[in-house]
Structure formats: C-alpha cells, structure tokens
C-alpha cells in the first residue's frame, strides 16, 4: 500500500526566508508525486508533479521540489517567501491501476512579517 | 469552463437527517471521487467512480454511498448523519489517460452535524 508522512505538521518563516517542506513515500514503484496548496476556506490547488523524466521540477507561484528515489522524498522548496504562500501545503503519491492519490496530512505555513 | 463545482457550499444537519452533495464536473473526466478533510487528517478517500455507472469504496466508506449516473456528476448521500460526519466534502476529478492521477478539486461543502 502506498503512504506519505509529511513530518512537519506547522513550519514558521519570516517573509524572504527560503523554505522547505518534506515530504516522504512509500510506494513499491515509480511513484506519480504532487504537491498541493490549500488557502484557508479554499480546495486544493495543484502546484507542481512528478511522472518521470528531470528529478527536479518546477511549479507555479516559484515552487520547485525534487525527486529522490534513494530517499524516497519529494521536498518542496522555495528560495525566498511571500506572506501570501501562507497555507497548508499536502504531498500526495499515486500509482497502480485505480488512479486513486494518498495525502498526506499536510504541513501548516505561517509566514512571520 | 467552471472546473469542478460542488453543491451546497455549507450545510448543518441534525443527527439522523438525510441528505446528498452534488459534485459536477465540466471537463469530461472519466475519474471522479470524494475525500473528506479533518483538521491532522489530510485528505481521505471516502469512494470514487471509474466511469459512469461504477463506484468503488475508498479508505473510509462506511455511513457514505455514491451514485454516478452521468458522467458529469457524482453524488455522495448520508442516509442518517452522525455528528462524527461533522467534516469538510471535496470532490474531485482526473483524465483517465494522459495523466491520469492529476486530480482537480471542487471549493468544498462544509458540512456540520449537530
């Protein structure tokens, strides 16, 4: 069966500070890696994938992360903050037939002014 | 396009009422499924539908059924709520080729039961 454990549940930066969020799975296969972002009140808003190719992959809104089959993580960065990417940031894995996604539990982004 | 749309936005509901949430979708996906959002709990999958007519059971199915008679749209019914129900409802939905696990979301239904 498939998991991701999202270790940090709450992560505080000052605005302009660089940020990383981990995230790590399980899966027997190559894995299909996503990053989602969800506002407060909001659904969820995809901001970048994994499916093969380049182990580092860009997204929107400045987001990157990278793939590390040695590791199993997919690591969500950014160099620099913005008050506005407050929110709580989900990885999900997917794989097999039934095209179903596992979640993690999130991380909560607080961004300090 | 409007995406994927979920009816109501919000609902309470007292313990033992009925009521169905309507997701619908406009981009001619064949996948269409529903999770359940409580705070430390992530996402969780309640049932999803490979295509009209079929529904399958996710990780947390119980007091839940679906029905997807047209492709566009995926229903989830709670025959007798329990305030253990009290949760935030989203749907989504995916291609089934191309790729076929980028899912989309709807704004989400919170729903309360009292």
């Known amino acids: 069966a498939q998991s991701v454990t999202q270790p940090d549940i709450h992560i505080t930066v000052s605005e302009g500070a660089s940020l990383e969020l981990r995230c790590n799975y399980s899966y027997g296969a190559t894995p299909y890696l996503f990053w989602y972002v969800q506002s407060p009140g909001q659904g969820l808003q995809l901001l970048l994938k994994y499916f093969s190719g380049d182990t580092l992959v860009q997204g929107i809104k400045g987001f990157e992360a990278e793939f590390k089959r040695s590791q199993s993580s997919f690591n969500l960065r950014k160099p620099s903050v913005h008050w506005s990417d407050a929110a709580e940031y989900f990885c999900a894995v997917g794989g097999g037939s039934n095209y179903k996604l596992t979640f993690g539990k999130g991380t909560l982004l607080t961004v300090n002014p | 396009n409007a995406g994927v749309t979920q009816t109501p936005k919000f609902r309470v509901l007292k313990t033992g009422q009925s009521m169905t949430l309507l997701c619908a979708q406009d981009?001619?996906?064949?996948?269409m499924y529903w999770y359940r959002q409580d705070p430390g709990m992530g996402l969780r999958l309640i049932h999803y539908?490979?295509?009209?007519?079929?529904?399958a059971k996710g990780e947390v199915p119980d007091g839940y059924n679906v029905s997807r008679l047209k492709k566009q749209n995926f229903l989830l019914g709670l025959e007798s709520a329990a305030p253990s129900q009290t949760s935030v409802y989203f749907c989504?939905?995916?291609?089934?080729?191309?790729?076929?696990?980028?899912?989309?979301f709807g704004p989400g239904t919170r729903l309360t039961v009292t």
């Open positions: 981009m001619n996906h064949e996948y």
């Open positions: 989504a939905s995916s291609y089934d080729r191309g790729e076929p696990y980028e899912q989309y």
């Open positions: 539908s490979v295509g009209e007519g079929t529904t």
